[in-house]
Nanobody, 127 residues
Framework: QVQVMESGGGLVQAGGSLKLSCTGS?????????VGWFRQTPEKEREGVSC????????YYADSVKGRFTISKDAAKNTFYLEMTNLKPDDTAMYYC???????????????????WGQGTQVTVSS
């Protein structure tokens, strides 16, 4: 089972952009995997932001990020990304990535209650 680790968080002004990375180790992310990005604040439950099967398939985005966030994958680097544009203060959160083997859909993975999380990376958007 691949383990994942996030990087790329930081402080950005509203309207700015950030690109988060999630790198797998201990195995290869392939078509057997579904991957995703999640976020959490002390005030809110963890939210599935964007999820996708590594192979062909639909990609899920939460309504709050549609049109602003894009999930992408790089097989050569065993890494997937979350490109975030037009950031808003409400996007401030700890962001986590996860990856699991299985046949779950992207929607199902983003709404699953538990995952093999990374350590998280903080994103702070100032107004």
């Amino acid at each position: 089972q691949v383990q994942v680790m996030e990087s790329g968080g930081g402080l950005v002004q509203a309207g700015g952009s950030l690109k988060l990375s999630c790198t797998g180790s201990g195995g290869t992310l392939d078509a057997e995997y579904v991957v995703g990005w999640f976020r959490q604040t002390p005030e809110k439950e963890r939210e599935g932001v964007s999820c996708s099967r590594w192979g062909p398939g639909t990609t899920y985005y939460a309504d709050s990020v549609k049109g602003r966030f894009t999930i992408s994958k790089d097989a050569a680097k065993n890494t997937f990304y979350l490109e975030m544009t037009n950031l808003k203060p409400d996007d401030t959160a700890m962001y986590y990535c996860a990856a699991d083997e299985g046949d779950m859909t992207s929607y199902g993975y983003c709404h699953k209650s538990s995952h093999r999380w990374g350590q998280g990376t903080q994103v702070t958007v100032s107004s």
